[in-house]
Structures are given as structure tokens and as C-alpha cells.
């Protein structure tokens, strides 16, 4: 009991640290305490599985979601932290850190095989949206996905037309179970 109460406690602290870190100039300014050059960090690396040990476990609202997908060239299943989008009823991916994110090309190899997990673990395929359809779903994903807007560089209150020029950059998947 004495431990459920401390891992509570570190789990409020670092949520509500996170919270205040979301208001700050650092985050607002290209998140760079978890990015450098739109790579993860160690910091980036740490909170990232952090994070998608949380959303696996269905800690957190249910837009936040591990995602695991098989190296393409490794064979290893890896997981991180996603917040699905959702556009005209639909569930999607998008990939703030665009192209060059490992787990679009893993998802790509596997022909959009991967596996959510929040709460239990389900087998999904993944659509690859054509670009010219792709920003009004990354608008939408900016609405809910705030941690991902220091990474894309129109703001989530722009209209659609806004997000058309950048649209091809960032890879957008169509979940479907």
C-alpha cells in the first residue's frame, strides 16, 4: 500500500512538472529539452518509453497510446508514445517529426501492420493518407497532440490552407482495427 502511494506520488510530480514545462518558452521554442535537430535526446529517449509504458498500460486519456511496430531492418519491436488524431470520426497517426521518424519507415515495411496498445494490446493497419488530403487531419491532430506542435511549424489555430504547404512533410496513417 506504502508503495502504491509513492509510485502515485513521483507519477503527480513529474505529471504536474511536465505540465509546467508545456507552458514554458523552452517548450514553445522547438521543445529542446527533449529534441536536438529533430532527434530525440536521452531526455527525449527516457520520457519517450516512459510515456509509452504509461499510454500501454491505459494510464493517461485514451488518445495517448503505445505504439509498437518491427524494425525494418532489426526485426525488434519497439514502442512509443503516440496521441491519435481524430478527423470526421476517424483515427489517425501523424508523425510530428515527419519523414524521418523510425517508426513511419517500420510501419511502411510492414505493410501498416502494428499493434496499439492502451489497456490491452490490439492489431491494427495502418492507411498512409495522400498527402493532398493531410492537413486538415494535422490540424485537428494539433488540437489534441500538444507536446507535437513545437515540432510543426504552423500554428494549430491557422486555418486549413495554412497546413497545405507542409502537408506532404509529415506522414499521416489512417487507423483502421
Not at 508503495?3 to 521554442?29: D, E, P
Not at 524521418?100 to 502494428?114: F, K, L, T
Not at 487531419?137 to 511549424?153: C, D, M, S
Amino acid at each position: 500500500m506504502k508503495t502504491a502511494r509513492i509510485l502515485l506520488f513521483c507519477v503527480l510530480g513529474l505529471a504536474g512538472a511536465y505540465a509546467l514545462y508545456l507552458r514554458s518558452a523552452t517548450h514553445r521554442n522547438g521543445n529542446r529539452l527533449f529534441y536536438r535537430d529533430g532527434r530525440p535526446n536521452l531526455a527525449g529517449r527516457a520520457a519517450g518509453r516512459a510515456w509509452a509504458f504509461a499510454g500501454g498500460l491505459g494510464l493517461g486519456p485514451s488518445s495517448l497510446v503505445a505504439l509498437e511496430t518491427t524494425g525494418h531492418r532489426s526485426g525488434r519491436v519497439s514502442s512509443i508514445p503516440i496521441v491519435l488524431g481524430e478527423y470526421q470520426g476517424e483515427r489517425y497517426v501523424v508523425s510530428m517529426l515527419g519523414e524521418r521518424s523510425p517508426w513511419v519507415r517500420n510501419v511502411r515495411a510492414a505493410g501498416g501492420r502494428a499493434v496499439i496498445r492502451h489497456g490491452r494490446r490490439r492489431e491494427v493497419r495502418q492507411l498512409e493518407v495522400p498527402p493532398d488530403r493531410r492537413a486538415p487531419v494535422i490540424k485537428a491532430y494539433l488540437e489534441r497532440a500538444i507536446g507535437a506542435r513545437p515540432h510543426i511549424p504552423v500554428d494549430h489555430s491557422a486555418p486549413v490552407e495554412k497546413f497545405e504547404p507542409i502537408a506532404a512533410e509529415y506522414p499521416v496513417f489512417r487507423i483502421e482495427a
